[in-house]
C-alpha cells in the first residue's frame, strides 16, 4: 500500500453528502390553506380551518389541524373558541396561554371592529350590523353580561357599556344607575342587551319587569328605550319586536 493511500482513506478529499430531511408535510398544508383563504376568503372555510389560520403564528412549529378541531369540537364554533375563557381554553392539550392570549387578542379585534362599523351608522335603520355586532360580542359568552348602548339624537352610538357581568343566569341591574349613566352622557335613547349563556334568547318573566321599570323611569326624562335585545347562541329575541314593553 503506498503511504498516501492510508491517509487517502482515514481523510477523503470531501465529506459525504448529508442527505437533507425533508420539511415537515404540514409546511405544505399551511402554504396551500393561505392560498384558499386569499382566493376564495373566510367564506370558503369551515370553522378549523379558519381557527388553524388564527394558530399559525401562535404555533409556528407543530401542525396544528389537530388542536384546531379539537377546540371546535370542545367549544363548538369558531366563534365560541374565541369567547371562551382563558381558563377554559387551556384545559384543552396544547393551548398554552400564549396560545389563549392570541386568540382573545383576535376576538378583541373583531370586536372593536364591529363596534367600529356602528359609530357613524343611524342604528335604527343598521339593525342588522346592530345585532350582528350584538351576537358577536355577547351571544357565546359563558355568563350572563347586561350591555347598553347610548344613543344621540340622531340615533347614532355615543357610548357602548357592559353595565354588568353576573352567573350563567343572571346579571343585577339597577335601573336607576341606568338612568343616571344615560343623563352624564347626554344620551337621549338607549338600547339595552344581554346574553342567555343557556342558548336560549327567550326572555324571562324578570327580563321583562325589569325592562318595563327602565322605561318607567326613563320616560319623564325624556330617554327613550328603543329595544331590550336578547341574544343566545341560537338567535335573538327582540322584547320590542314582541310587544313587550
Known amino acids: 500500500m503506498a503511504a498516501g493511500d492510508g491517509a487517502a482513506g482515514l481523510f477523503p478529499d470531501s465529506a459525504a453528502p448529508v442527505a437533507k430531511e425533508p420539511p415537515p408535510h404540514f409546511h405544505g398544508h399551511r402554504d396551500r390553506l393561505r392560498e384558499k ?31 384546531a378541531k379539537a377546540l371546535v369540537a370542545r367549544f363548538g364554533s369558531f366563534a365560541e373558541v374565541l369567547s371562551a375563557e382563558p381558563a377554559r381554553l387551556m384545559e384543552v392539550e396544547g393551548v398554552s396561554a400564549g396560545v389563549a392570549a392570541d386568540l382573545k387578542l383576535i376576538e378583541a379585534a ?95 318573566a324578570a327580563d321583562v319587569a325589569m325592562t318595563r321599570e327602565i322605561v318607567s323611569i326613563l320616560a319623564p326624562l325624556k330617554i ?7 341574544l343566545g347562541r341560537n338567535g335573538h329575541a327582540s322584547l320590542k319586536g314582541l310587544k313587550l314593553f
Do not use: C
Open 37 to 67: 383563504f386569499a382566493v376564495a376568503g373566510a367564506e370558503a372555510l369551515p370553522d378549523y380551518e379558519l381557527l388553524e389560520l388564527v394558530l399559525f403564528r401562535a404555533i409556528p412549529r407543530r401542525d396544528v389541524k389537530p388542536l
Open 224 to 230: 327613550v328605550v328603543h329595544d331590550h335585545v336578547i
Open 110 to 204: 373583531g370586536r372593536r371592529l364591529a363596534r367600529g362599523a356602528l359609530r357613524e351608522r343611524e342604528l335604527l335603520n343598521s339593525w342588522s350590523a346592530l345585532s350582528e355586532y350584538l351576537r358577536a360580542t355577547m351571544a357565546f359568552a359563558a355568563r350572563e353580561e347586561f350591555r347598553i348602548l347610548f344613543l344621540d339624537k340622531r340615533n347614532h352610538l355615543i357610548a357602548d357599556e357592559v353595565q354588568g357581568r353576573g352567573t350563567v343566569d343572571h346579571t343585577p341591574v339597577y335601573p336607576r344607575e341606568v338612568a343616571r349613566r344615560a343623563l352624564e352622557l347626554s344620551a337621549t335613547a338607549i338600547i339595552l342587551a344581554h346574553n342567555h349563556p343557556s342558548g336560549d334568547p327567550a326572555p324571562s
